[in-house]
């Protein structure tokens, strides 16, 4: 292993534009046995976790990214000015069927939540977190929906089997199946 | 649902029916898989008489959860012959099963909402301006259907007489094609008209990549856009 390696891959996180895939790195690293590579990224994580500067190492969308740690992220609103807009609870819901249930049809994601979702799967396209797969080959050939890449790098997810598993449904428990979501975000929930 | 001019959106109350019934579930604090359907149902239908009087506009989907609430309601009352007992099922079995989806789906969302979002919790360095903007500056027209038959036509030229007998049936789908060029699109926000045909020997491919391409159109997934000095022709992702 080089001994500068941790340092060239940071290098090649800082100036990446999106997600660093193994795939990327390889091809970058010429010669460099994946083995190797693994090791540097996991040794620049532990460095970051370490030091608890103001980032760390993410696995995301296929690939590795350094983002900046939730605690600080009030700071960087006023850098940035104003932040995206949130979405709403039935976007929310409605992306969540869709996540977890793809590929879907309108139809099927309407029986689901049983009201019309028309709108709100607009708003999921046109914010790029949903994308049309196709047409099924059924009487009226509706279209099929799934989530894209850039909902996995939105929501912090290496693919979609990180997806958090559902419990089973037992019981009403007062007040826990439908809160608003959190305006403000905690802070100790960075991994 | 009188027409007035003054209507309220039900969404802000209640989002849907589905919405409704957990509320008033919860709100008489009764076990899901044991509805006292006929409490349930007069309260829903309460709650839908007070929201016509307060002309809020309410939603097919909440009258069709009504009726569902009636039927079940009458089905429970109906004497079990001890002969089919073992056969019949439950008739609020038809309000359980989606009602439980339904909080599983709120749960999820729930789930989602409380990662480290990006752009809001977390955030990286701000790429640089994508080569789009490039292109952009320089003269660019929008195609239409002619121009794209023509440039299709170029290319299956370029392939060849169709005198290849193609004995691998393992032809691809449209639908497939649409997957897969949507998952380079993504990778890469534009492609000119030749890369998208590259590695494609026979004729059949190449059609059915012109094929996808036209349909992606269509479903306004793309767009064309032709360069006026060389002539090449871009797709661009949406």
Same mark, same amino acid.
């Given at each position: 292993?080089?001994p500068?390696?941790?340092?060239?891959?940071?290098?090649?996180?800082f100036?990446?534009?999106e997600?660093?895939?193994m795939e990327?790195l390889?091809?970058?690293?010429?010669g460099?046995?994946?083995?190797?590579?693994?090791q540097?990224?996991?040794?620049?994580g532990?460095?970051?976790?370490?030091?608890?500067?103001?980032?760390?190492?993410?696995?995301?969308? &296929?690939?590795?990214?350094?983002?900046?740690r939730?605690c600080?992220?009030?700071?960087?609103?006023?850098l940035? &000015?104003?932040?995206?807009e949130?979405?709403?609870?039935?976007?929310?819901?409605?992306?969540?069927?869709?996540?977890y249930?793809q590929p879907?049809?309108r139809?099927?994601? +309407?029986?689901?939540?049983?009201v019309d979702?028309?709108g709100?799967?607009?708003?999921?396209l +046109?914010?790029r977190?949903?994308r049309v797969?196709?047409?099924?080959?059924i009487?009226?050939r509706?279209?099929?929906? &799934?989530t894209?890449?850039q909902f996995?790098?939105?929501? +912090?997810?290496?693919d979609?089997?990180?997806?958090?598993?559902?419990k089973?449904i037992?019981?009403l428990v007062?007040d826990?199946?439908?809160?608003?979501?959190s305006?403000?975000?905690e802070? &100790?929930?960075n991994? | 649902m009188?027409s007035?001019?003054?209507?309220?959106?039900?969404?802000?109350?209640?989002?849907g029916?589905?919405?409704?019934l !957990?509320?008033?579930?919860?709100?008489?604090?009764v076990?899901?898989y044991?509805i %006292?359907v006929?409490?349930?149902t007069?309260? #829903?239908?309460?709650?839908?008489?007070w929201m016509?009087t307060?002309n809020?506009?309410?939603?097919?989907d909440?009258i069709?959860?009504?009726?569902?609430?009636?039927?079940?309601?009458s089905?429970?009352?109906?004497p079990?012959h001890?002969?089919?007992t073992?056969?019949?099922?439950d008739?609020?079995l038809?309000l359980?099963?989606p009602?439980?989806?339904y909080?599983?789906?709120?749960?999820?969302a729930e789930m989602?909402?409380?990662?480290?979002?990006?752009?809001?919790?977390t955030?990286v360095?701000?790429p640089?301006?994508?080569?789009?903007?490039?292109v952009?500056?320089?003269?660019?027209?929008?195609?239409?259907?002619? $121009?794209?038959?023509?440039a299709?036509?170029?290319?299956?030229d370029?392939?060849?007489p169709?005198h290849q007998v193609n004995?691998?049936?393992?032809?691809?789908?449209i639908?497939?094609?649409?997957?897969q060029?949507?998952?380079?699109?993504?990778?890469? %926000?534009?492609?000119?008209f030749d890369?998208?045909?590259?590695g494609?020997?026979?004729r059949?491919e190449? !059609?059915v990549?012109f094929?996808?391409?036209?349909e992606?159109?269509r479903? $306004?997934?793309?767009?064309f856009?032709?360069h006026?000095?060389?002539? !090449?022709i871009?797709i661009? #992702?949406?």
């Amino acid at each position: 292993m080089t001994p500068d390696l941790p340092a060239i891959i940071e290098s090649l996180l800082f100036a990446a534009e999106e997600p660093l895939r193994m795939e990327t790195l390889r091809e970058v690293l010429d010669g460099v046995a994946p083995a190797a590579i693994r090791q540097a990224l996991d040794h620049l994580g532990a460095e970051y976790e370490k030091r608890g500067g103001g980032f760390y190492l993410q696995q995301v969308a &296929g690939g590795y990214q350094l983002r900046t740690r939730p605690c600080f992220h009030s700071w960087i609103r006023r850098l940035r &000015g104003s932040g995206s807009e949130r979405l709403s609870r039935p976007a929310l819901e409605t992306l969540a069927i869709v996540a977890y249930r793809q590929p879907i049809l309108r139809a099927e994601i +309407e029986n689901l939540r049983g009201v019309d979702c028309g709108g709100v799967l607009r708003l999921l396209l +046109e914010r790029r977190l949903i994308r049309v797969m196709g047409r099924k080959e059924i009487p009226g050939r509706p279209l099929i929906y &799934g989530t894209t890449r850039q909902f996995l790098e939105i929501f +912090e997810l290496r693919d979609l089997k990180d997806l958090p598993t559902l419990k089973e449904i037992r019981e009403l428990v007062p007040d826990a199946a439908s809160p608003e979501p959190s305006s403000a975000p905690e802070d &100790g929930k960075n991994p | 649902m009188q027409s007035t001019d003054y209507a309220v959106r039900v969404e802000h109350i209640f989002e849907g029916p589905m919405d409704l019934l !957990i509320h008033l579930i919860r709100k008489n604090e009764v076990d899901i898989y044991d509805i %006292p359907v006929a409490l349930i149902t007069e309260q #829903y239908l309460q709650y839908l008489d007070w929201m016509q009087t307060l002309n809020i506009d309410l939603a097919g989907d909440f009258i069709l959860m009504a009726a569902t609430l009636a039927q079940i309601k009458s089905r429970m009352l109906l004497p079990v012959h001890s002969q089919e007992t073992e056969t019949e099922e439950d008739p609020r079995l038809e309000l359980v099963r989606p009602l439980t989806e339904y909080l599983r789906i709120k749960e999820a969302a729930e789930m989602l909402s409380q990662r480290n979002l990006l752009g809001e919790h977390t955030f990286v360095r701000q790429p640089e301006a994508l080569p789009r903007t490039e292109v952009d500056e320089t003269p660019v027209v929008r195609i239409g259907l002619f $121009e794209l038959i023509d440039a299709f036509r170029q290319i299956l030229d370029r392939v060849g007489p169709a005198h290849q007998v193609n004995l691998d049936a393992d032809t691809i789908s449209i639908k497939d094609r649409i997957a897969q060029l949507v998952d380079r699109l993504e990778q890469q %926000p534009s492609l000119t008209f030749d890369e998208l045909f590259q590695g494609q020997g026979s004729r059949t491919e190449v !059609i059915v990549t012109f094929l996808a391409i036209l349909e992606m159109a269509r479903l $306004e997934l793309i767009d064309f856009v032709q360069h006026v000095e060389t002539g !090449i022709i871009r797709i661009f #992702y949406r």
